[in-house]
């Protein structure tokens, strides 16, 4: 299906785009570009997420989380779908910013960081509900869908699609949590429901796509799967043996964040190749993630409940 969808005069077009903007490029500008990318990346989820979930507000820190969650589910099954290939693939001759080869793996379409970054600043712009808010929301937005574009690693079509279905995936989790109610239990339901479409989305890579082309498409799945069956058991957990209290004094915020960070990122880095030596299979990377979530959502917020005699809550 790919082959012939490249071939059209159409992506023709988008690939006579993305050498117009490579013509642009600058040594200064790669690095701006690099750098803008970052807002769209894991990491930057990561950081915000888990300090709105440890520190702003818990009861929407769940939804955010699960907004990603399920964004990254609805990009990993249209990348599974269309299999379309990464610009360079499509023409062989066209070159990248080889920094950004390494963050660009599977699937073109649609744009992974371009859709996350709409969720990621779209959804704390409607949290917020300012007009400064919406405006570096859509300035964060539009720098992430134009560095994927200027870096060479996705077309204006995979950047075009990902704005759409990132402000449909915020639209339909605002009605559901809407609905059911923010917390850990909705949470629980709902992070259940996405491990287990993962786990469809795993037999669905493993019946059609082709062997060569599997790895990476296994890998992204086990990681979802591993995240969604992580803060679904710790959600489970820290609501009904923890249930700690966001609010705490300026100082102990900082160590709140600082640590839990280091401890959260610490396990990214020392799992990745702990587990490798039992073995190389995806799994492996499912369960690093699943480790990853329980901890942040249900281990280290154990913390909390001795750093809240030290500092008191916020402003007191």
Same mark, same amino acid.
């Given at each position: ?60 820190? *769940? ?86 574009? *200027? ?166």
């Amino acid at each position: 299906m790919s082959q012939a969808i490249t071939q059209s005069g159409f992506f023709a077009w988008l690939m006579e785009m993305l050498r117009s903007i490579a013509g642009v490029r600058t040594p200064f500008l790669d690095s701006a570009m690099s750098a803008s990318t970052w807002f769209g990346e894991e990491m930057a989820f990561i950081v915000i997420g888990l300090i709105i979930f440890w520190c702003v507000d818990k009861r929407f820190g *769940y939804r955010f989380l699960f907004m990603y969650m399920a964004g990254t589910f609805v990009n990993q099954l249209l990348k599974a779908i269309f299999m379309i290939p990464r610009p360079w693939d499509i023409d062989p001759k066209f070159e990248i910013v080889e920094s950004a080869r390494e963050g660009a793996s599977g699937w073109s379409f649609p744009s992974g960081h371009t859709q996350s970054a709409v969720i990621m600043y779209g959804a704390l712009a409607h949290r917020v509900k300012k007009g400064w808010a919406y405006i570096a929301a859509a300035v964060l937005i539009a720098l992430v869908g134009f560095s994927r574009m *200027y870096l060479g690693v996705h077309t204006l079509l995979d950047v075009g699609v990902s704005l759409v279905t990132g402000l449909l995936v915020i639209a339909l989790c605002t009605a559901i949590f809407n609905r059911i109610g923010d917390g850990a239990k909705p949470f629980a339901v709902a992070s259940g429901i996405v491990a287990a479409l993962c786990l469809g989305l795993i037999i669905f890579i493993l019946t059609v796509t082709k062997q060569g082309a599997q790895a990476g498409q296994l890998k992204d799945a086990s990681v979802l799967f591993g995240t969604a069956f992580g803060l679904f058991a710790g959600s489970i957990v820290e609501r009904r043996f923890i249930d700690f209290d966001t609010k705490a004094r300026w100082w102990v915020q900082i160590i709140k964040v600082v640590l839990g960070l280091a401890i959260v990122l610490g396990l990214r880095m020392a799992l990745k190749p702990a587990l490798a030596l039992i073995s190389d299979s995806p799994l492996m990377d499912g369960a690093r993630y699943f480790l990853m979530s329980f901890v942040a959502i249900a281990v280290y917020p154990i913390l909390f409940k001795v750093l809240a005699p030290l500092g008191g809550r916020r402003g007191a």
